[in-house]
C-alpha cells in the first residue's frame, strides 16, 4: 500500500525573505480534476498544510468549474449545478478526515464570490491582466493550448474562439480569487502542479503595477515521494 510525503519543489517570491515575517497563513485550490487531490496523496498534502502553516485554506473550485461544464455546451445555470454537485461529492468522499486538521479549513469557490472583496478584486485584478498586452497573448496561448487538448479528446461542444474565450474567464476569475486571499492574509500559494506563468513572473516584480495581493504572493510548487524514497511518482 502506498504512502506518501510531499516536499516544497520549488518557492517563488519577490521578497527577501530573509527579512520578512515567517509567512505561517496559506491556501491551496483543489482541483477536481487532478489525482493529486486524492486518496494518500490528499491525505500527504494535508499532512504537510498542518505541520507548516498555522492557518490554511482549502478552495474547492465547484462554481469555477462551471466555465469547464460550459465547454461542453451546458447552459450556465445547468453548469453551475453539475460542477457544485460533483465538489459536494468530492467533499463528502475525499474530505471526511478534515476534523483530523485544526488548522485547515474549507472554503467552496460560490462563498468566495459572495465575500465582499471579492467583486473589487476581479475588477482590479481583470483590468491588470487585459491593459497589458504581453499577458493577453499569455492568457490567450494559455488557454488555446488547454482548449487544443480538450478538441483533442472529444470534449469540446462550443466553437474553439467561444471555448478560449470560457478558458480566460476562468483563468481571470481564478487569479482575482488568489488576489482576494492573500489580502485577507493567507500569502502562500501551495499547489502540487505549475500554475499560470503570469502568476510567478508578477510575484518576480516584473509587473509593478499589478494588483497588491499577487504581488505578494509566495509560490510553493510540492511533489509527492513514496516513503522511504527520493523520487516523484
Request: overall charge positive; hydrophobic content about 35%.
Given at each position: ?128 491582466l487585459l491593459n497589458h498586452q504581453d499577458i493577453q ?60 506563468p503570469i502568476l510567478n513572473e508578477i510575484i518576480k ?24 524514497t527520493h523520487r516523484r511518482d
Amino acid at each position: 500500500m502506498k504512502k506518501y510525503t510531499v516536499r516544497p519543489k520549488t518557492i517563488v517570491s519577490y521578497h527577501d525573505t530573509a527579512h520578512q515575517p515567517e509567512q505561517k497563513r496559506a491556501y491551496c485550490a483543489l482541483s477536481l480534476w487532478n489525482r493529486n487531490f486524492y486518496g494518500r496523496r490528499l491525505t500527504a498534502l494535508l499532512k504537510y498544510l498542518d505541520k507548516n502553516f498555522t492557518d490554511s485554506l482549502l478552495l474547492t473550485c465547484g462554481y469555477l468549474y462551471r466555465f469547464n461544464y460550459m465547454l461542453s455546451g451546458y447552459s450556465e445555470d445547468e453548469a453551475v449545478r453539475l460542477a457544485q454537485h460533483e465538489e459536494n461529492e468530492y467533499i463528502r468522499n475525499e474530505l471526511q478526515s478534515l476534523n483530523h486538521y485544526p488548522s485547515i479549513r474549507l472554503l467552496k469557490w460560490s462563498e468566495i464570490t459572495q465575500l465582499e472583496a471579492f467583486n473589487p478584486s476581479l475588477a482590479i485584478t481583470k483590468n491588470f491582466l487585459l491593459n497589458h498586452q504581453d499577458i493577453q497573448l499569455d492568457l490567450r496561448d494559455f488557454s488555446r493550448k488547454y482548449v487544443s487538448k480538450k478538441i483533442a479528446d472529444g470534449s469540446i461542444s462550443v466553437s474553439k474562439e467561444k471555448a478560449i474565450e470560457l478558458s480566460e474567464q476562468f483563468l481571470i476569475e481564478e487569479a482575482a480569487c488568489f488576489n482576494m486571499i492573500i489580502n485577507q492574509g493567507h500569502a502562500v500559494d501551495v499547489y502540487p502542479g505549475v500554475v499560470m506563468p503570469i502568476l510567478n513572473e508578477i510575484i518576480k516584480g516584473h509587473y509593478p503595477d499589478a494588483p497588491a495581493g499577487l504581488k505578494k504572493r509566495v509560490s510553493i510548487e510540492v511533489v509527492f515521494n513514496k516513503k522511504g524514497t527520493h523520487r516523484r511518482d
